[in-house]
T-cell receptor, first 113, second 113 residues
Framework: KNQVEQSPQSLIILEGKNCTLQ??????????LRWYKQDTGRGPVSLTI?????NTKSNGRYTATLDADTKQSSLHITASQLSDSASYIC????????????FGAGTQVVVTP | NAGVTQTPKFQVLKTGQSMTLQCAQD?????MSWYRQDPGMGLRLIHY???????DQGEVPNGYNVSRSTTEDFPLRLLSAAPSQTSVYFC????????????FGSGTRLTVV
């Protein structure tokens, strides 16, 4: 069972609208949580990194939140643009080893005009 | 441009053939890693390295070998290709400070027939 679950699997939104993506994890011990954006045919690109002591991190129109108590994170996209069409991936890093990390399967976002 | 370079971008192999996927970075990053990405699944770690001469296994290492003779290069070898190794492969690098995100290459799409 994947220890990082993302929802929804996919969504379609109108240009200019906001949306929120969810990431629930069971990874322990927890080091940090990252959100990546992956355009079709490209490698993932880092959006935000949060440690357990941070509960909000912004990068332009992207805002990530983290609740380490409930093990939930969200990524909010404000005033979506066509270029936001991509897969958004949640990654949770363990504390004890470089080799321990879990990727979510991603949420596919399609922004339509 | 600085970054992670992967070659080739596409490759078709016959079952039983061997090949090497190349990965090079010019950012002097200590950490490098290989992932495979399959439809509907999160990226999975194959092997990683925390510095020249040091490698370790990730979640799905079987059928793959790596070596790290220089800081810049981290090739991935498929010993005897199998159809189950059909996937998209990504290489990533990072500074040793885990507060930084990973920089991913653009991927290699491998098909084993």
């Amino acid at each position: 069972k994947n220890q990082v679950e993302q929802s929804p699997q996919s969504l379609i939104i109108l240009e200019g609208k906001n949306c929120t993506l969810q990431c629930n994890y069971t990874v322990s011990p927890f080091s940090n949580l990252r959100w990546y954006k992956q355009d079709t045919g490209r490698g993932p690109v880092s959006l935000t990194i949060m440690t357990f002591s941070e509960n909000t991190k912004s990068n332009g129109r992207y805002t990530a939140t983290l609740d380490a108590d409930t093990k939930q994170s969200s990524l909010h996209i404000t005033a979506s643009q066509l270029s936001d069409s991509a897969s958004y991936i949640c990654v949770v890093i363990y504390t004890d080893s470089w080799g321990k990390l879990q990727f979510g399967a991603g949420t596919q976002v399609v922004v339509t005009p | 441009n600085a970054g992670v370079t992967q070659t080739p971008k596409f490759q078709v192999l016959k079952t039983g053939q061997s090949m090497t996927l190349q990965c090079a970075q010019d950012m002097n990053h200590e950490y490098m890693s290989w992932y495979r990405q399959d439809p509907g699944m999160g990226l999975r770690l194959i092997h990683y390295s925390v510095g020249a001469g040091i490698t370790d296994q990730g979640e799905v290492p079987n059928g793959y070998n790596v070596s790290r003779s220089t800081t810049e290069d981290f090739p991935l070898r498929l010993l005897s290709a199998a159809p189950s190794q059909t996937s998209v492969y990504f290489c990533a690098s990072s500074p040793s400070d885990r507060a930084y995100g990973y920089t991913f290459g653009s991927g290699t799409r491998l098909t084993v027939v």
